[in-house]
């Protein structure tokens, strides 16, 4: 390893800050549903699988018909793409966890693991088990540095993500704290039982939650598949074990928590990939994990008393 | 529906009408167990295999089968899974199948060998490439293509005499095949007095790299040698293209099939990979690729020939020895040589082919590939 250089560390935040995003995406999905009905949604990856494939193919599709404004592309993308994760969402929590509401706390999440079963091969089925592949829609970027030495290169793309992510996480925020329905989730999230007896739709309110933690995820989906360009059925497995760890890293049932677990998760990857060997790179997300939750079991910003939804 | 989805389909009902058709005519047909990924990431090389054993099958059944016994292919997926391929190996146990041409990738072949040998099942894998394989003492198990270790020394051998980088970096999957065939070619490669500055290894199914990729850059590395297979190559391709980051790649023959450069699209230009010659350009298997050609199958993937060949080693052996007898056809097939479309082949005592050559290609973005002079 030679010596530390500093163009190199902020090529590897950048790095990690784009992978954090996602992360911190698709976990907000975990934190929202758990904060809500105490439950974890193991088929939340699946949903995320299921916004990148739609991605795909509507960009695909796009492309055959000769669409080449990036802004048209991307609006037109999310629009469906979380319109039918949206459902997806709705439908999974409609038809698998519901009918169990009120049995034990294990019932659901067996349901959980079946439903995320179920929705990988069923997409395996309909898709084909094969690698999906697109070539990117945004390319290039700024680069930084002596011309000639090593240049930090900040693509479109990864802006991209950054901005939407912030975009989205921003508007979110706001609903949550300014909007009739998000007061709603906050009741709930506080005491289900008395928000029910106060005359608020509570089943309505877990619903909107399972639409919105599908609609982030399919946020997450389209970015990953404009910046990777390849979904197959089984990327929600390790995406979503990620994102999980994500939302107990930054305290689950937090919002602001799973955004900060996220980015922070992303970080941990980059620089493990960059100053030890990439091999080490899940072991030091994970020992991260452990620390955190030793010191603080809560996780970093779960505190009972925070907003938590 | 897709191919794929057709094609399982045809699987499981071939599968299910063999399985009937075996009660009522178990004494007229010799079954041979084709196993391989026919789903999961990689399943476009069980294709090559599949389709290369389906052709043996086909072309040996219309000159009246073997001493009068028509042949039958029996496809099994084992997805390129460790576990599935044991599941797969109890299956043929269990419909007494007593030859099988597999299976595919390294890390599945060796669990289902075991079984095999117990079994006295005859097996000969067409890909299967890591040494281990054969290192088991087996008798039942044989191999027609190469092993990591010419495959390692060829590449590595390439590298520092052709290539000579400043900077080289060795990346890999950790999985049994990548790995192996990684540490061969530093193994090579310092041997002729260069240092790689990184050996690392990837996760199987990861998708960004930009974190390793910086990493090299910041090294200076202009040459990387990947052991594994495609969608990680080819992701790892196009991101350090997008980085800025243009050393040249080399990896083994697992990440040479067409979807590399569907995913790494334009980054999979002049990709070096080591392959086992092209059969299909071997005048003397005209016949068989105008056969591959009429049916609209492409007769040059890697493993197409091999798995061809060994469905014909099989029937050849049963005609010579005169026996149906898997551990007496063993025996044969260890004694003697065989013709067949990857040229005459021989075996060592341990199941390996006596010569086997890897050569360089040069990779396109369009999918097609050229020899590199070496």
């Not at chain 2, 072309?59 to 390129?80: F, H, P, R, S, T």
């Not at chain 2, 530093?186 to 260069?194: D, L, P, Q, S, W």
């Not at chain 2, 050609?293 to 010579?320: C, E, L, N, R």
């Not at chain 2, 005459?344 to 990779?363: H, M, P, Q, T, Y």
Request: glycine share 10%; with cysteine.
């Amino acid at each position: 390893m030679s010596d530390f250089s500093i163009l190199e560390f902020i090529q590897q935040i950048i790095n990690g800050l784009t992978l954090g995003s996602i992360y911190a995406l698709i976990a907000i999905g975990y934190t929202m549903v758990y904060g809500i009905i105490g439950m974890i949604n193991f088929a939340h990856g699946e949903i995320y699988m299921i916004g990148a494939y739609v991605g795909v193919l509507v960009i695909t599709v796009l492309g055959l018909v000769g669409v080449d404004s990036i802004p048209l592309i991307l609006l037109a993308t999310l629009a469906m793409s979380i319109l039918v994760t949206g459902s997806y969402g709705w439908t999974v929590e409609r038809l698998a966890y519901r009918p169990l509401r009120g049995s034990p706390r294990l019932v659901p999440l067996i349901s959980a693991i079946g439903v995320s079963i179920f929705l990988q091969n069923y997409v395996q089925l309909g898709q084909g088990a094969r690698d999906v592949s697109m070539q990117p829609v945004l390319t290039g970027g700024w680069r930084f540095g002596p011309e000639g030495g090593f240049q930090v290169y900040l693509s479109y793309m990864q802006v991209l993500i950054a901005a939407i992510t912030v975009a989205f996480m921003a508007g979110l925020t706001l609903f949550i704290s300014r909007s009739r329905m998000g007061r709603a989730c906050r009741a709930c999230s506080e005491d289900r039982g008395m928000a029910n007896l106060l005359g608020i739709d509570t089943d309505r309110v877990i619903s909107l939650t399972f639409v919105l933690g599908a609609t982030l995820a399919a946020v997450a989906g389209v970015l990953v598949s404009m910046y990777y360009g390849l979904v197959n059925p089984f990327i929600g497995f390790i995406a979503g074990l990620k994102a999980f760890t994500a939302a107990v890293l930054g305290g689950i049932g937090s919002i602001p928590g799973a955004m900060l677990g996220g980015v922070v998760l992303g970080l941990a990857e980059s620089f493990a990939s960059a100053y030890l060997q990439t091999e080490y790179k899940d072991v030091v997300a994970f020992a991260l994990l452990i620390l955190v939750l030793l010191v603080r079991p809560t996780g970093l910003l779960g505190r009972p008393d925070v907003e938590k939804v | 529906m897709n191919t794929f989805n057709r094609n399982i389909l045809s699987a499981a009902v071939s599968a299910a009408i063999l399985s009937l058709g075996g009660l009522a005519q178990a004494e007229d047909t010799i079954k041979i167990a084709v196993a391989g990924p026919i789903t999961g990431p990689v399943a476009q090389y069980g294709d090559m295999q599949m389709s290369g054993a389906r052709m043996a099958v086909e072309q040996i059944n219309a000159k009246g089968g073997v001493n009068g016994k028509k042949l039958e292919a029996v496809l099994m997926d084992d997805v390129c899974e460790p576990k599935q391929a044991v599941a797969i190996a109890n299956q043929i146990v269990n419909q007494k199948i007593k030859y099988v041409v597999g299976h595919l990738c390294s890390g599945s072949t060796q669990p289902a060998s075991t079984l095999y040998e117990e079994e006295g099942i005859l097996m000969i894998t067409p890909a299967a490439t890591s040494p281990a394989i054969t290192q088991q003492g087996y008798k039942m198990v044989f191999r027609t293509i190469g092993t990591d270790d010419q495959q390692g020394p060829t590449a590595g051998r390439y590298i520092a005499t052709q290539v000579k980088p400043k900077q080289l970096a060795i990346i890999h999957d950790k999985q049994q095949y990548g790995e192996g065939i990684a540490k061969e070619v530093e193994k090579t490669v310092k041997a002729a007095g260069i240092k790689p500055v990184l050996f690392e290894g990837i996760n199987k199914g990861q998708t960004d790299f930009s974190a390793l990729i910086t990493k090299m850059k910041k090294e200076g590395v202009d040459f990387v040698y990947y052991g594994g297979y495609h969608p990680e190559l080819g992701l790892l391709l196009r991101q350090s293209k997008e980085q800025g980051f243009d050393a040249k790649y080399m990896g083994p023959e697992g990440v040479g099939n067409k979807d590399i450069s569907a995913i790494a699209g334009p980054a999979s230009e002049g990709l070096l990979v080591t392959l086992p010659a092209d059969f299909s350009a071997d005048p003397a298997n005209a016949d068989l690729v105008k056969a591959f050609k009429d049916q609209k199958q492409d007769p040059s993937g890697p493993f197409v020939m091999p798995a061809y060949a060994g469905v014909q080693i099989i029937t050849d052996a049963i005609k010579g020895a005169k026996t149906e007898d898997a551990v007496k056809l063993a025996e044969y097939i260890r004694k003697n040589s065989f013709q067949t479309p990857i040229g005459k082949v021989a075996f060592r005592d341990n199941g390996d082919l006596k010569a086997f050559e890897f050569v360089i290609f040069e990779w396109h973005a369009d999918a097609t590939k050229t020899p590199v002079k070496e």
